[in-house]
């Protein structure tokens, strides 16, 4: 088996340069729970990167990012709109309506994207007990297959939200790989487009783990700090999640690792596309890839490169370029593909 | 400052056999969510430790792993007994309530540790809708006060617990630390003295972050896949966890952090308890030392060795060692209390 | 304004039969929270009905039957299979959510009745713990679009739902309208045909406020009490929805409102459907009739006889009799209704 | 058996002008869910008791005006302070937690009332998001202790909750034996006296059922028309809730219960204290007795008039009088108790 696959962004390690920042903080006493300078440090870049009225606070995963995020802008009868391909409903074992007590009001999206024209049917009821109250809309940045808003997109979604009493949150568990996709700022794709809050991933960028919710809009996050602690994310040795995020903003490693993860992406779909057999099912804009495929080259082809299958009945499958993938591992793969495509059975 | 304090065993860092193992795992991709080799390999040490019919879980911290672990064993209408100082009721803003509804019933100890005669009044009304009813019998080894149970005082509580259709829940946050205060195996003190679930802790003797939820009974544990998704507590990268289990144990890092802390404790206590103005509260059995001192000497001990008041009103301090205590911060420390203490004002 | 109106079964009064209950109940003290001789016959009562080994509970309102009712054969991390046009997806304000944190799956259906060949989409990832496990399938006799599920139909959900270890669920709130509709006692429809758990409704026929929770396999309620009382359910003068509960059954009230309720909607819809520019859109099986009509007839037919808008976009309404919806009713609306749509405007 | 015991005052029925006040309104179709002229009328009318700056809504018993009435005005890492012996800890197996997900803090006290004194334990760590956060005082009026706190008592605790950024809640299930206690209006007691929630309780002082929660500032239950749904708190026949507060109020059949009752067991209390071997416990200041008595006179005692052991160890029972206690109940019961301790055995 090749010692990287296509399954996950997260299957991937750490990157070096953030593991040595681990290894750099690991030095005497700190102030546990996130009263420590590491903390202090990388909530201050955060605020540089965001904005001077924004407020970051580290939690463990993307799970918790979302949700804590989301329980403390809605209250236990709002209604939280998503697209039906969002991680927050698809696999998130229910932790979203188990914590925010919310219902997710799911849209369905040709590619992952939510337009405001697709909400009509969300905003009937307004103001009627029977039925739960819109309050926020929720999307990933990229989204679950692949695709990017363009900052015209959210701003867009953003308008539309605060003109019906709503808020904007943005699940960036991908973020990096959107912003390289945009070649923006952050800042540019959220607090400038008018999201509220922010799901800011790293783990699927090379963190060990520990995501930040950041609060784009001043006062949104004074209680966060107690949600955290009740929904059980507030960790101790916090410095060491903290310590990672100095040098992946100071020494632009949220850069190099999406770009090179994108541009993975796109030599496979390159690759790939031209295959007999092959079609690519989504735009790839980020560092996902998304085929239909003969159902007889998957599981050989697996065997050497874990990856999951997307769609069983359609023969769809993902494919997930990483910080650390290889152009080799973009060669073989392709190659072991067309051999199996070819070999006629 | 002195580099180390006494404020709590998880404001060191981590043991560098540890942070070795997490760099040594630092290679490829694995599977995310815990199917890795390194979990799979930790899983079974844990077994071999606890006994081939238990089952152990990794989380993230403490907080989840009691409030998980106990989320797995209640319904929503039952009571959780617990210590009126444990760290359930004490320190998590809420989380067990939040997440298993359970009324937590507070029994009021001299030194944190349960009995069963204390446990009458809790039995009241069984059968009674009207009332909580009691399920779980939940103690802290060590205690939140330093002190240990002994073997026969856990078998005790755990008999009560089964006659009276109850389970008995163990927060281990300092296991460690209690094993070698009794000189035993972990197996004598929790599956073999009849304990159901263990909170196993590591953070606060050397690990980075990561414990263990373990099941002792068989089929007790079935579900708790499912309650630790929706609970935010299954990290993708679940190998840097498991990675520090094999040498804590294989190495028997545990016990020799264990034994200095403790030790570091007890040469405290020793050094200290002469002192005039200086009355220890607690029997020193594991790695903290409660003691009454005059007021005026805390604030500039604090600057130098940071630590946590316990009791404002009874000036009573709470001074936690860790594996990493010197025997120079212990001298430097009795020295500048008894200077303090000498200086009248 | 007419007295009455098409708005819903239960803008309609108590039955006097029932009302009588009430009155020669008032007697004396009986001991609270329903441990009274008139709780104990209403339930005797039901087992007849329903089996001996069915046991019933009496809660104050349908929400609260289908919410407790479902609470107690799930856990947090279960799937709640239902039709898009369900009452616990549509108009319960997220109480589901709320009290029992599962997700709810839904399904589209034309005519709100769910097939087993609906349901192949909700069971992927079975046993994979990113994803809500599905547990039960709630399906309402009859259905908020007015139609029933044949006996054989609710006999094919049940094999399937045991087949694929899940419960079977009925929100029986007007599970009277739809007995006779099939001319069946409750018993062939619900214990008989496989249904595991019953929301036995009788507030829209003709019952001041009182329906049952009714759990038809042994052991399967053993817990109702506790969350009933949880679930702020428990009512303390449970003599008064239990006394209506006697004539209910006993002169067959519950046939006799049922009864003309159905045949008011027969009537009403034979005379609408007749008329120039209405469109009957369900079948009419039970008490509610689905039309789209003219938007300008709307309001002025809404005035005299209240009814409430389905369909905005569509300009569907529904119109639902009750057991006090009189012949007179009908033809006077009908009249009305005629007249508008001759109108030209 | 006496056809009325001391039991509790919601083993009586209904007042008989209540239930005529029922009757009355079974006229017609009205709108379902509170949209009727009953309801509005009866909002006026608590209105103009309470102040036309509150706002009051209706729901089904004690525990939901209680926990929901909490739930409107806490987040979920709140701590609500609430006496020892308070209903909301004892008697309703754990709704309070679930629902609200909040840590009941209890407090001590020596009759039921809660005085400021008591309260300095509960702000140690304001702000600090290991604990709960204080946000609610919930006294009851009158206490289950069968007390009654003085308006300057009451205004006393306002003041401290209001100068500690708390608020104030009362358990007004048995208010109107309080007023008539003080000889008070309502709002001298609770709007007047700073109380800021208020749950209005009358079916133990003879409604059928249906208690008001009242918010008493303007502002605070802008949202409880969503968490009463979500609470499955909303009848939809709210017109017989709604309809009984009509005469409660014009005809004062409050007052006149309340002062019967109390009278009641002012004279059973004065007939019972004179007898050899009784000791009563509590100043019976509303409409409960609290004695204790030799254990070997209770059950022969209970046969004919049913009532509680309050505490086992002590022998101490409760006697609770209600509106249809009639003098030949008291003098019955005092003859068969005198009996009792005198006969020897």
């Known amino acids: 088996m090749n010692p990287r696959g296509f399954a996950s962004d997260?299957?991937?390690g750490i990157h070096p340069a953030l593991l040595d920042?681990?290894?750099q903080a690991n030095v005497g006493h700190v102030i546990a729970y996130g009263d420590d300078p590491y903390t202090a440090k990388a909530k201050e870049i955060l605020s540089q990167h965001f904005g001077q009225d924004t407020e970051a606070f580290f939690v463990v995963n993307g799970t918790a990012a979302n949700v804590l995020g989301?329980?403390?802008?809605?209250d236990s009868y709002h209604g939280i709109i998503c697209a039906e391909t969002s991680h927050i409903e698809q696999d998130e074992c229910g932790a979203p309506e188990k914590f925010t007590s919310c219902k997710l009001v799911t849209i369905p999206t040709p590619d992952g994207k939510i337009k405001?024209?697709?909400?009509?049917s969300c905003f009937h009821d307004i103001g009627f007990e029977h039925h739960v109250q819109p309050r926020v809309i929720s999307i990933s940045q990229a989204t679950e297959m692949g695709t990017v808003y363009g900052i015209s997109e959210i701003k867009e979604l953003a308008n539309f939200a605060h003109n019906h009493n709503l808020l904007l949150h943005m699940d960036g568990a991908r973020i990096a790989n959107a912003a390289v996709s945009l070649n923006c700022s952050f800042r540019e794709m959220t607090t400038d487009a008018g999201v509220d809050v922010l799901s800011f991933g790293g783990t699927k960028n090379g963190l060990q783990y520990g995501e930040a919710v950041i609060f784009l809009k001043p006062g949104l996050g004074n209680d966060f700090k107690y949600i955290r602690k009740q929904g059980m994310q507030l960790v101790s040795k916090m410095r060491y999640i903290a310590a990672q995020y100095i040098p992946y903003f100071e020494k632009e490693i949220w850069k190099t690792n999406a770009m090179h993860a994108n541009r993975m992406a796109q030599m496979l779909r390159d690759n790939v596309a031209a295959l007999p057999g092959v079609t690519i099912t989504q735009p790839v804009e980020a560092n996902g890839v998304f085929a239909v495929v003969p159902k007889r080259v998957i599981k050989p082809l697996q065997d050497k490169y874990f990856f999951y299958m997307?769609?069983?009945?359609?023969?769809?499958?993902?494919?997930?370029t990483s910080f650390d993938t290889s152009e080799e591992d973009i060669k073989g793969f392709t190659e072991m593909l067309e051999r199996l495509l070819r070999n006629q059975q």
């Not at 989301?70 to 809605?74: C, D, R, V």
């Not at 405001?116 to 009509?120: D, H, M």
């Not at 997307?310 to 997930?320: I, L, P, Y």
């Open 10 to 12: 997260n299957n991937a």
């Open 21 to 23: 920042a681990i290894i």
């Open 116 to 120: 405001p024209s697709f909400l009509t």
């Open 70 to 74: 989301l329980a403390t802008i809605t």
């Open 310 to 320: 997307w769609n069983e009945e359609k023969s769809e499958v993902r494919w997930m």
